[in-house]
């Protein structure tokens, strides 16, 4: 059973950083692409950043310059750096991983910045 631990959120002073961490568990070979959502009270659930087996990375305009993801392919760990942080990055952060063509997702872990 694949399963995915978020860790490091919590509340942050703008300006500020945080870094989030997600583990996979339940895999046997090292997912495609693993990456980071977030959603905003009553908004979507919008890309932040996401990184390939091959540690090609993609970011969201929005937090492109800011953020920065990685990922360690012996630990299935994927990390995401998030540095000048913004009110407007408030959100719930959910890891997601694609593993043998399916999609997998964290429980979330919320991320507060203060004005």
């Known amino acids: 059973q694949v399963q995915l631990v978020e860790s490091g959120g919590g509340l942050v002073q703008a300006g500020g950083s945080l870094g989030l961490s997600c583990a996979a568990s339940?895999?046997?070979?090292?997912?495609?692409?693993m990456g980071w959502y977030r959603q905003a009270p009553g908004k979507q659930r919008d890309l932040v950043a996401t990184?390939?087996?091959?540690?090609?990375?993609n970011y969201a305009d929005s937090v492109k310059g800011r953020f920065t993801i990685s990922r360690d392919n012996a630990k299935n760990t994927v990390y995401l750096q998030m540095n000048s942080l913004k009110p407007e990055d408030t959100a719930v952060y959910y890891c997601?991983?694609?593993?043998?063509?399916?999609?997998?997702w964290g429980k979330g872990t919320l991320v507060t910045v203060s004005s």
């Open positions: 990184i390939t087996s091959g540690f090609s990375p």
């Open positions: 997601n991983i694609i593993y043998r063509g399916m999609n997998y």
């Open positions: 339940g895999i046997i070979f090292s997912p495609s692409t």
